[in-house]
């Protein structure tokens, strides 16, 4: 491996004008830069038109209740992020991507969903001229019964464990392999292929060739991603308690921009995160030995951030190992079948307020 340059603190303030906002390099490596401002200066000033390959990103979203990390009222969201959905568009290669990590919100004082994030999908693709690649849904199975007033508390509803994730494309055929993102085979699909089968259309329509008993080693995933947000104890997490520093409160897991940097890009590519927080994207870039810039507003999730650059990663996690996956070393998550514990279900008659009437004992 190439030895690495020195690495530079964070330096002092290096101005850009521009809407009346300022723009400064607040770290770098040899592979990226992070910089300290808004944003949309920062596509205006440091980013060529289609010079990016993967813009991979979770903003702030569009919440009811203010947050520390900031965020937009839901109902302001689309004017607010469509100069950022423009600029993406006109930063990106014809080839590139840009994925959207994006939570929903509740309306205030009453269990029914904010159509926001979906609203900014269609906004993206009618009036910046996105298409949608494909959506994903990232589950989260550590996520807490939430919002606890209509889950835990009047029961009528399920916990919200689903983030969406959009990936949008410049044009409708971005590059892009499957073969970077695979997985283990099922139990039942190690059996078939060691006991065998019988070709023939299902029932369903589908007809299941003899070319289905070639083993490919591992399987083509679906559009949901598993995976838990449960960091506790990284690198990141350690610098910030023994610095004082308050960790950001809404850091998605590396697994995520990881399988979107594997799937869509090469190594040298350009990827950004306009939103970064503390700067995962940029962490996992820097890994995969992609170029990478984040952008940031609050300084105060950068202090913790530099702390992913400070140590040389791991390069047997670097580049599409293709040797076998070992069972023993994957994460696995159960999801059960509905009808799990049916039989042994309440019956007991619904409100038929619809549970608007608080319950005086909680069970």
């Known amino acids: 491996m ?60 569009g919440l009811v209740r203010k947050k520390t990390y900031g965020n937009v009222d839901a109902d302001a969201y689309l004017a607010w992020f469509k100069p950022f959905g423009e600029a993406f568009f ?30 900014l999908l269609v906004m993206l693709c009618r009036e910046c001229g996105f298409h949608l690649a494909q959506d994903y849904f990232w589950w989260n199975p550590a996520r807490l019964p939430t919002p606890a007033e209509w889950v835990t508390v009047r029961r009528v509803r399920v916990k ?9 494309s410049k044009t409708p055929w971005p590059k892009a392999s499957n073969r970077r993102v695979l997985v283990p085979y099922s139990d039942a699909m190690r059996d078939l292929l060691k006991n065998g089968y019988k070709a023939k259309r299902r029932p369903s329509g589908h007809d299941i060739s003899k070319k289905f008993s070639v083993d490919n080693k591992a399987a083509i995933p679906p ?12 690198q990141y997490l350690r610098y910030c308690l023994e610095n004082g520093l308050h960790a950001h409160p809404a850091r998605f897991p590396a697994d995520i921009p990881e399988y979107f940097i594997r799937m869509l890009t090469d190594p040298k590519d350009l990827v950004i995160d306009p939103f970064a927080g503390s700067c995962v994207t940029g962490e996992v870039a820097e890994r995969l030995r992609r170029r990478w810039i984040c952008g940031e507003i609050i300084e105060d999730y950068l202090k913790g951030a530099v702390a992913r650059f400070r140590k040389p990663f791991d390069a047997q996690r670097s580049l599409f190992s293709i040797s076998p996956i070992k069972k023993s070393k994957s994460i696995t998550y159960k999801l059960w079948h509905p009808a799990g514990i049916w039989g042994d279900s309440d019956e007991t008659p619904l409100a038929q307020d619809g549970g608007k009437t608080r319950p005086l004992n909680r069970q």
């Open 2 to 61: 190439a030895k690495r340059k020195q690495e530079r603190r964070p330096s002092e303030p290096q101005d850009v004008p521009g809407i009346g906002q300022h723009l400064r390099k607040y770290h770098e490596t040899k592979s990226g830069t992070i910089y300290l401002g808004d944003s949309r200066l920062l596509f205006e000033k440091h980013v060529r038109a289609e010079s990016v390959d993967l813009i991979m990103t979770s903003p702030p979203f």
């Open 90 to 119: 006109r930063a990106l290669k014809p080839s590139g991507s840009l994925v959207v990590d994006i939570g929903g919100a509740w309306i205030p004082g009453q269990p029914t969903r904010s159509l926001y994030h979906y609203e």
């Open 160 to 168: 919200d464990a689903v983030n969406c994730i959009w990936w949008l």
């Open 223 to 234: 559009n949901v991603i598993a995976v838990a947000n449960t960091e506790s104890n990284s």
